[in-house]
């Protein structure tokens, strides 16, 4: 069974920084395209910020803000969270998948709440 490990949430203030990590085996990693999800209550979940041969795209409200980045040597992909706001209040949840291979992993979420 493939594990998708994500860890970095909690709670920051208004304007603070939090990066989020996901670790994946290694025989999947090399393969695979990655993404950021998260879901806030209430809400459906959307896609945050994608990694795919070396091209990143971000929803808008976190363009300027949020970074994906990938270390092939840890196995692990990141999303770097600047000036952090109310509204990126969400369980995030890390996606590694492969249409030519075929798979497509979730992690099981990491909380981040932003409040004053």
């Known amino acids: 069974q493939v594990q998708v490990v994500e860890s970095g949430g909690g709670l920051v203030q208004p304007g603070g920084s939090l990066r989020l990590s996901c670790v994946a085996p290694?025989?999947?990693?090399?393969?695979?395209?990655m993404g950021w999800y998260r879901q806030a209550p209430g809400k459906q979940r959307e896609l945050v910020a994608s990694?795919?041969?070396?091209?990143?795209n971000y929803t808008d409200s976190v363009k300027g803000r949020f970074t994906i980045s990938r270390d092939n040597a840890k196995n692990t992909v990141y999303l770097q969270m600047n000036a952090l706001k109310p509204e990126d209040t969400a369980v995030y949840y890390c996606?590694?998948?492969?249409?030519?291979?075929?798979?497509?992993?979730w992690g099981q979420g990491t909380q981040v709440t932003v409040a004053s």
């Open positions: 996606n590694l998948w492969s249409r030519v291979v075929g798979f497509d992993y």
């Open positions: 290694g025989s999947i990693f090399s393969l695979s395209a």
């Open positions: 990694l795919t041969r070396g091209n990143t």
